[in-house]
């Protein structure tokens, strides 16, 4: 069965410090893969998304970086943390266009 | 711009009652609508998906419309109990190569005893 990790489920760190949030999938090949972050009381907005390995496109400049090392695997990363990239972030991935699949997301608090 | 407009913002209602969640549109290329429920701290859980032609779709006591002409879909959700208590969230597929969703800001949902 086709299944997604996403951890740590809680992070707490802080400003300054560095940041990776790792994502797995399992049961299929060359997803598509994506990061979201939903900060307090806002919708969800795409950051990165990837159609293959090392192939990554960014949807807002911001302090994050992501990469995707192997097919089901994709990282998102900061050097140095800022207050503003606290939030929920959310891996998914598809393989189709109807087929969506989210992870169950890390709550960052940068302090 | 691509975007997804919910409404109510927030809405309360009674155990058992039902409501009726709204959800305007104007992204462009269409290729399908989700409706997504999503529990705090969790991720989403899809409830329904529909494509341009399809007009309702149902999952048990959720019964979602789209009118692809006004481009306007609502969420019903009948004989509500507390656990439908959550954030339901209207999504957008453009369709495109990168498979792209976008979002709206949802409707927070509070069923109360």
């Known amino acids: 069965s086709q299944t997604i990790h996403q951890w740590p489920a809680t992070l707490v760190q802080p400003v300054g410090s560095p940041l990776s949030l790792e994502c797995t999938v399992e049961g299929t090949s060359n997803p598509n893969l994506y990061w979201y972050r939903q900060a307090a009381g806002r919708g969800l907005q795409l950051l990165f998304y990837s159609v293959g390995i090392g192939q990554i496109s960014s949807e807002v400049p911001q302090n994050l970086s992501a990469s995707r090392p192997q097919d089901r695997q994709f990282i998102l990363s900061s050097k140095k943390l800022l207050l503003s990239d606290s939030g929920f972030y959310l891996c998914a991935w598809s393989v189709t266009v109807y087929g969506y699949t989210f992870g169950s997301g890390t709550r960052l608090t940068v302090v | 711009k691509n975007q997804v407009e919910q409404s109510p913002q927030s809405l309360i209602i009674l155990e058992g009652k039902n409501c009726t969640l709204q959800c305007n549109y104007t992204v462009s290329p269409f290729s399908n609508l989700r409706w997504y429920k999503q529990d705090t701290g969790r991720g989403p859980v899809s409830l329904t998906i529909?494509?341009?032609?399809?007009n309702t779709k149902s999952n048990g006591r959720y019964t979602a419309t789209l009118d692809a002409d006004t481009k306007q879909s609502s969420l019903h959700i009948t004989a509500s109990q507390l656990s439908d208590s959550a954030s339901y969230i209207c999504?957008?597929?453009?369709?495109?190569?990168?498979?792209?969703?976008?979002f709206g800001t949802g409707t927070l949902l509070a069923v109360q005893p």
């Open positions: 999504v957008v597929n453009d369709g495109g190569a990168t498979n792209k969703l976008i």
């Open positions: 529909m494509t341009f032609s399809e």
